[in-house]
């Protein structure tokens, strides 16, 4: 009993020192890049997997803000508070007292040996998903974040028809290269009146 509040104690410091340091900065120093570079590892790693993977965050990222990745995550939480529910039903002394009658083939293979390690598969398999879900979304909001931006700082420097050709060429971004070469056009732009944009290091 005891041990158990020493380790809550440590665990509520643990916490409060995190929380600190994340006001103090820690985010933005370390966290943060952190979090950006294993999300860029992540979808590097797909694009290597799946030959595609790489054209389509930036053909996404031509669609502009959109709310799908919300919904997603909206829906995953449904399914988790429906799981959740479910599960807590099963704990119900009704359901308990009919399954210690009569041991079903699913509740013998969920304790079973493989059934410890479908369950661990899909668990693993979730997390992974979740995770390249969460890294392709996020670096895709970051492309059109730095696009929509530099559009507007060149502006002030080009005529209106530049300005047009520009949101015509992200808008009509379906590979990489696509975007490659729109970001070329920006950098010539911004290196012809001097300007400085944001840093983006296209995978």
């Not at 020493?6 to 985010?27: D, E, H, M, R």
């Not at 952190?34 to 979808?43: A, D, Q, S």
């Amino acid at each position: 009993m005891n041990l158990n509040k020493t380790v809550k104690s440590i665990l509520g410091i643990i916490g409060g020192i995190f929380l600190a340091a994340l006001s103090g900065g820690l985010w933005e120093e370390v966290l943060r890049p952190t979090f950006h570079f294993i999300g860029i590892l992540i979808i590097e790693l797909m694009s290597h997997i799946f030959l595609s993977y790489k054209d389509n965050i930036y053909k996404q990222s031509s669609d502009g803000f959109h709310e799908y990745p919300s919904l997603f995550l909206m829906l995953v939480f449904i399914m988790a508070l429906g799981f959740a529910y479910q599960m807590l039903v099963m704990k119900h002394p009704y359901a308990k007292d009919k399954q210690s009658k009569q041991e079903t083939r699913f509740s013998y293979f969920i304790r079973s040996k493989w059934g410890y390690y479908l369950t661990y598969f899909i668990s693993i398999f979730v997390i992974a998903f979740l995770s390249v879900f969460i890294a392709g979304y996020s670096y895709t909001n970051q492309i059109i974040t730095y696009s929509n931006k530099s559009i507007a700082i060149v502006s002030p420097y080009i005529n209106e028809n530049e300005r047009l050709t520009l949101s015509s060429e992200f808008s009509s971004i379906k590979k990489a290269e696509d975007f490659y070469a729109f970001k070329k056009h920006l950098d010539n732009i911004a290196k012809k009146n001097n300007l400085e944009l944001e840093e983006l290091s296209p995978f």
